[in-house]
Nanobody, 116 residues
Framework: QVQLVESGGGLVQPGGSLRLSCVSS????????MGWFRQAPGKQRELVAS???????YYEDSVKGRFTISRDNAKNTVYLQMDSLKPEDTAVYYC??????????WGQGTQVTVSS
């Protein structure tokens, strides 16, 4: 069974940057779309970015121009470069397959805290 392991989170000041990584224990080559989600305390998990094998990307409006998603199928890894971070970006970030009723098993996520 595929396992997803997210890493790269941490505490950063507003305006700072972080790069998140999501490594899959199985091949993601056959998975067309991979995405990054986040869940803030008391809120529902939301999709913030996704990327297909052809490189088509989607970004939630609040992160457009600040976040960049990429993938390396050879390394079974999906990345999320986050720049110009804001306090409202504080959340636990997860990767998974978007827009499906059968997502992969959820990983433990990685905490991102944006605070001065």
């Amino acid at each position: 069974q595929v396992q997803l392991v997210e890493s790269g989170g941490g505490l950063v000041q507003p305006g700072g940057s972080l790069r998140l990584s999501c490594v899959s224990s199985g091949s993601i080559f056959s998975i067309n779309a991979m995405g990054w989600f986040r869940q803030a305390p008391g809120k529902q998990r939301e999709l913030v970015a996704s990327i297909t094998n052809s490189g088509d990307t989607y970004y939630e409006d609040s992160v457009k121009g600040r976040f960049t998603i990429s993938r390396d199928n050879a390394k079974n890894t999906v990345y999320l470069q986050m720049d110009s971070l804001k306090p409202e970006d504080t959340a636990v970030y997860y990767c998974n397959t978007p827009w499906t009723i059968f997502p992969l098993p959820w990983g433990q996520g990685t905490q991102v805290t944006v605070s001065s």
